[in-house]
């Protein structure tokens, strides 16, 4: 009888389907995205008011400074004394008799096409300011310019 009652469970132990082993799933919490700051960064395309102006423009922050940046296609006629300003005047009220009002100086022009970065001084706010301009300064002639 014990051989029996041996033979049987080994029988049914054998018969029995086989139990797979269920993984075990771990799942962790959402991951939390934290962004260096909410606000979006301004760009735009740039808008002609004496000479013909095409591309666009990007501030960006890169090594603690904020710089706007021109892009790959930018173009214009090349002239005198053509210089980059931040003003706190909008691209459709000011003129070339205007565009230095209130404005920083950004730097010179550095190509009339291609991309290139202008830094902002340090301590200047771009809430403070409504234009990016190209203006050649010495015939206060606006070039063109982007609503920040």
């Not at 962790?28 to 934290?34: D, M, Q």
């Not at 400074?65 to 090349?78: A, E, L």
């Not at 809430?127 to 002639?141: D, M, N, P, T």
Request: net charge positive; proline share 5%; glycine share 8%.
């Amino acid at each position: 009888m014990k051989n029996f009652i041996k033979t049987s469970l080994i029988a049914l132990a054998l018969a029995a389907p086989a139990v797979a082993a269920v993984p075990s799933i771990a799942y962790a919490a959402p991951a939390t995205v934290i962004t260096a700051s909410a606000q979006a960064l301004p760009s735009g395309d740039f808008v002609k008011k004496k000479k013909s102006i095409k591309g666009d423009w990007t501030v960006v922050q890169e090594n603690s400074q904020t710089i706007i940046r021109f892009s790959d296609d930018f173009k214009t006629k090349n002239g005198p004394d053509l210089k980059i300003f931040l003003s706190p005047q909008s691209i459709g009220s000011v003129t070339g008799k205007t565009a230095v009002d209130g404005a920083v100086l950004l730097g010179v022009l550095k190509s009339n096409k291609g991309a290139q970065d202008y830094v902002l001084p340090a301590g200047v706010s771009l809430a403070s300011f409504s234009s990016v301009l190209i203006h050649c300064e010495a015939y206060s002639i606006l070039w063109g310019g982007g609503a920040l």
